[in-house]
């Protein structure tokens, strides 16, 4: 396929609109997971090889993650902008617009026969550009690896498929071409995997697109379906090898080789994945817990949707049929791992998915063009529908990278004396996400030695945080105060469950307990903080021996 004028276009066109729509979340500041990898990037002693026979901190056979590519990225931005954080931002942006405009270049080779190819590719590239649920993979720094392996997934994809095309075509100047958009997809997919683990699903959608091809064409040959994508299998087995060589783990993440299939979780899963493509926040949270209490209700009416989707669609065949296992494959690696059920944190999960379900509803939309008014309606609302909701949550994810400006680099010096040496600071009561967007749930030690690198502070944080919303972010939420029998207690001032983190932990300095734990969404309204001497005996409330600050009012505070 050419790149024509209108393709530069259409590129152009994208490129504006998610400007206008990522544009004040380009400076936002740093939050929990980003100041690991930058802290990592900044201080490693490991050349930028050592990261493809590694885990991400350089150690080889450790657990962690695999992603050697999302290393290369922090230290290209590193090199750019040190601690600036408009490279990295700019970087996940640049990744989104370039899988929006591979979702309108698929769409032109997937619907090649459609003489309305060219607008549903451009709709269903809006869509993609405008669908709320991407604002984390986009202005999460730390998400960065979701966009960039989309990006080089879908680009494997185009081009084998472009490939394949070529290869069918009788045309003198094919022979060269055809290798040429092999090499891009060979090669793309070797750094998708290198990127992130989902895309290891990509050698089974090429089967699966080479089977309904043949359905398509009424033409099966084996060699197409089986010997075709055999080199992207062979890739995947050496990739297998390469990750248990580097962490220790063929499969699974962190330090969790093996799987548990808990079925119950699963189909939760799926539909958090697939509510998640149409509603957002609490709406989504709802949804979400009345369809996994009710299965049957909920199988019902994915059927029925479904159905009435290849009712409307059904002159483009099999092709929609592929659009369904399509979803089904991608979503696979994700399957496993959870939402959160207070918030939408999570969202990047369906990022790649998402895809699927902007090609479907630009398919569905344009079938209504036979009544232009309520097409145009339709547009209407959903263009609206879409784009309060990215605002909105891109708002918060602003107010959350505020918020931790102000705690790293305006709080700590009010608080405490940085002057002072050999300080041991702990952290509590540490705002964990604003609804669904990181804050400081993980990062606080490593921002201060970023942000702080002259001064000899010792910091820790404790595993109880608050949750904020875009309302009480500023307000009282806990109170504390001095338990009877010693330490300190906090609650929430409506007895609400806002505090979140693990029920019991304790260490030879202190303990810290959750009360009234909900042991389905890790929640309580309670934290209580013990501590103790060298000899493990409790010490009473304002004798401990390091400074307690806690979050609470929208900013640091000292616990006593």
Not at 316 to 342: E, H, M, Q, R
Not at 502 to 531: A, C, G, K, M, P
């Amino acid at each position: 396929m050419k790149f024509n004028k209108i393709h530069l276009w259409v590129l152009l066109g994208l490129i504006v609109l998610n400007l206008g729509l990522y544009f004040v979340n380009l400076n936002d500041f740093f939050v929990s997971d980003d100041f690991d990898w930058l802290y990592n990037t900044k201080t490693s002693q490991h050349s930028l090889g050592d990261y493809f026979s590694a885990n991400y901190y350089g150690e080889q056979g450790n657990g962690g993650s695999y992603r050697p590519m999302v290393n290369v990225v922090f230290w290209l931005n590193y090199q750019l902008g040190g601690l600036n954080p408009l490279p990295y931002h700019l970087t996940n942006l640049i990744f989104h617009i370039g899988v929006c405009f591979l979702v309108y270049l698929l769409v032109l080779l997937l619907f090649e026969k459609s003489e309305h190819k060219q607008k549903i590719g451009v709709l269903a590239a809006l869509f993609f550009s405008l669908l709320p649920n991407h604002s984390e993979a986009v202005i999460w720094i730390a998400a960065v690896a979701d966009p960039m392996a989309a990006f080089f997934y879908l680009l494997a994809f185009y081009a084998y498929i472009s490939f394949r095309q070529k290869e069918s075509s009788f045309a003198k100047a094919s022979v060269d071409k055809k290798f040429y958009w092999l090499l891009i997809s060979v090669v793309s997919f070797i750094v998708g995997l290198l990127t992130k683990e989902f895309v290891i699903t990509l050698p089974l959608l090429i089967v699966v697109w080479e089977l309904y091809e043949a359905i398509i064409k009424n033409k099966f040959r084996w060699q197409d379906i089986i010997l075709k994508p055999f080199g992207y299998w062979v890739l995947l087995i050496g990739y297998f090898f390469v990750r248990y060589n580097a962490i220790g783990l063929a499969f699974g993440y962190y330090a969790q080789e093996k799987f548990q299939l808990n079925v119950a979780k699963l189909f939760k899963m799926l539909v958090s994945l697939i509510v998640d493509l149409g509603f957002y926040g609490q709406a989504r949270v709802y949804l979400t817990d009345f369809f996994s209490s009710n299965p049957l209700i909920f199988c019902a009416l994915l059927i029925l949707t479904l159905g009435l989707i290849w009712l409307v669609l059904k002159k483009y065949g099999f092709k929609i049929a592929l659009l369904f296992d399509s979803f089904l494959i991608i979503i696979l690696p994700v399957l496993l791992l959870n939402y959160n059920d207070l918030n939408d944190e999570g969202e990047r999960y369906v990022y790649l998915g998402s895809v699927i379900f902007c090609i479907l509803l630009s398919l569905l939309v344009w079938q209504l063009q036979k009544y232009k008014l309520v097409q145009k309606i339709v547009l209407v609302i959903l263009f609206i529908y879409f784009a309060a909701n990215l605002i909105n949550k891109n708002y918060n994810w602003q107010t959350a990278a505020s918020l931790s400006d102000k705690i790293i680099r305006q709080d700590l010096a009010q608080v405490v004396d940085l002057n002072k040496a050999d300080q041991k600071l702990l952290f509590v009561s540490l705002p964990d996400n604003l609804e669904g967007t990181q804050v400081l749930r993980n990062g606080i030690e490593l921002a201060i030695k970023l942000y702080y690198p002259g001064n000899q502070i010792s910091a820790e944080h404790l595993n109880a945080y608050v949750r904020l919303t875009s309302k009480n972010y500023q307000q009282k939420i806990l109170y504390w105060g001095i338990y009877p029998t010693g330490g300190y207690i906090a609650k929430t001032f409506d007895q609400k469950n806002w505090v979140t983190g693990f029920d019991r932990r304790e260490t030879s300095d202190h303990i810290v307990e959750l009360w009234n734990y909900n042991y389905q969404n890790y929640t309580s309204n309670t934290i209580r903080l013990i501590f103790k001497d060298q000899d493990g005996k409790f010490i009473k409330a304002e004798e401990e021996p390091m400074e307690v600050l806690i979050f609470n009012e929208g900013g640091l505070q000292k616990l006593r």
